[in-house]
């Protein structure tokens, strides 16, 4: 079975003939020609995506959507939208909508929609799975794969200070894959049934990264009028894993500093101190002691976090390692893509292994991903040559993951690249079944 799809449209023939044609192609189908009944009829646990009409007597499609999202935030909604009503579709996606059609739509162009929503749901049930399975030590070769002693070494180490109750440092470069690091520490340990929480010193303005960090009370920050609980808090019980330490100004590292030691955080405009246990990972771009010595990190959080310090190798280092790198991250990207693996040759993987990889995992991931969108060489036969709306998607697709590799993976940093909102960027990247941090 292809996944669990519920169509929800007031015209009951459209209704019937999706069905028919969905159920032909391998899908389950549930039909609603009354929105209302829709919503009290379908279990979002059950579904794997919802296809509405945005445009229907009684409930808006726009409406389905939002009492959806309020069941299951990870459920794909699909709109289906007249002409005139592409703009109000387009805005639905912004509040969360999967992807929309035109209608009339092409039947196969439904079920290549449907098949990439489907994935996507899959693909966000595994994560969720992951989240809240503990990482078992056996798992943690598939998680930082290589068969290099620097890896081996790697891999020895985070098992050590999983469960440890020390605060750590990874000190490698970027795209060497200090956030999947920071994960599996907090998936083998103690923590693991709590908060992952992510902040990037880079890339926000001072203030605006202690706000973040430490939350604000109400009134206390220009242009929002709400409290909001920071980071900080909201990593309680488990990890905040905080990448670019060595971008923090020494003022925001200071009030990190006093956290850590009270064991307290105070929100800006705040006067009450609330309890936070949390632990810290802090990822940090060159030699430590240097940045110490250059006045870009304080010494008293360098030697709270030195103790349990993990160097992160980058991938010139392990060179025997970049094939089966290389041909899992080909597999996984073909997998999410729903497009035929390369033929990778010997020769091929040879010529990847003597890189130097400057952007080190990013920039092989992305390179993995160039090599699988790529078009086929030659023309294509007649009646298989992609859409042009398929080849702007691969074209959009690759664009995306060269920017994801350029930063870090930072979806923030990648979007002030491309110049779009974050939130845009983000609906793209799960749409292309691409990967951020």
């Given at each position: ?8 449209d ?12 969905l ?43 939002d ?7 990870d459920?794909?909604v ?11 579709a ?13 209608k ?12 990439r929503?489907?994935?996507?749901r ?8 992951r ?70 010193g880079?890339?926000?303005?001072d ?34 894993y905080l ?6 100004p020494?003022s ?15 929100r ?6 609330r ?21 870009r ?25 970049v ?6 991250m ?13 033929d ?39 009646g298989?040559?992609?859409s042009?709306?398929d ?20 979806s ?6 491309l ?14 079944g691409?990967?951020?941090?």
């Amino acid at each position: 079975m292809r996944g669990r799809i519920a169509f929800i449209d007031d015209e009951a023939p459209l209704c019937a003939a999706a069905a028919d044609w969905l159920e032909a192609s391998g899908f389950e189908v549930a039909t609603f020609t009354d929105p209302a009944e829709a919503l009290a009829g379908i279990r979002a646990e059950a579904c794997d995506c919802v296809v509405t009409d945005l445009r229907m007597p009684g409930l808006s499609g726009q409406q389905v959507l939002d009492a959806l999202r309020g069941q299951d935030p990870d459920l794909p909604v699909i709109l289906l939208s007249g002409h005139a009503d592409v703009p109000v579709a387009v805005a639905a996606m912004r509040t969360g909508a999967h992807d929309f059609l035109e209608k009339p739509y092409r039947a196969e162009h439904l079920v290549e929609v449907l098949d990439r929503a489907v994935d996507l749901r899959r693909m966000r049930r595994e994560a969720r799975i992951r989240r809240a399975s503990p990482l078992s030590a056996g798992r943690l070769e598939t998680r930082l794969p290589g068969n290099s002693p620097a890896l081996h070494h790697l891999r020895r180490a985070v098992q050590h200070l999983a469960d440890l109750p020390l605060d750590l440092m990874l000190v490698g470069e970027p795209g060497s894959g200090r956030s999947e690091v920071a994960r599996c520490l907090h998936d083998l340990g103690r923590r693991a049934r709590r908060p992952f929480v992510v902040i990037h010193g880079a890339g926000l303005p001072d203030g605006a990264l202690e706000a973040e960090l430490l939350g604000h009370e109400r009134g206390h920050l220009a242009g929002v009028s709400g409290a909001r609980a920071g980071r900080l808090e909201q990593a309680q019980g488990g990890t905040l894993y905080l990448a670019d330490l060595q971008a923090v100004p020494l003022s925001v590292q200071a009030r990190l500093m006093r956290v850590l030691q009270a064991g307290a955080v105070e929100r800006i405009g705040g006067q009450t101190a609330r309890p936070v246990d949390l632990r810290l990972i802090a990822a940090v771009e060159g030699d430590p002691a240097a940045l110490v010595a250059q006045g870009r990190l304080r010494p008293d959080l360098f030697h709270r976090l030195s103790a349990g310090a993990l160097h992160i190798p980058p991938l010139r280092d392990r060179a025997e390692d970049v094939p089966a790198l290389f041909t899992a991250m080909a597999e996984a990207a073909a997998a999410r893509l729903g497009l035929p693996m390369p033929d990778l040759r010997p020769a091929d993987l040879d010529r990847l292994s003597a890189r130097p990889w400057p952007g080190n995992l990013a920039e092989l991931r992305a390179s993995a991903e160039r090599a699988v969108l790529a078009l086929p060489a030659g023309p294509a036969p007649a009646g298989d040559a992609p859409s042009l709306p398929d080849r702007m998607a691969r074209v959009e697709a690759q664009i995306i993951a060269e920017a994801l590799a350029v930063a870090d993976g930072s979806s923030a940093r990648a979007a002030d690249a491309l110049g779009i909102p974050r939130r845009t960027l983000n609906e793209k990247i799960a749409r292309h079944g691409l990967r951020a941090d």
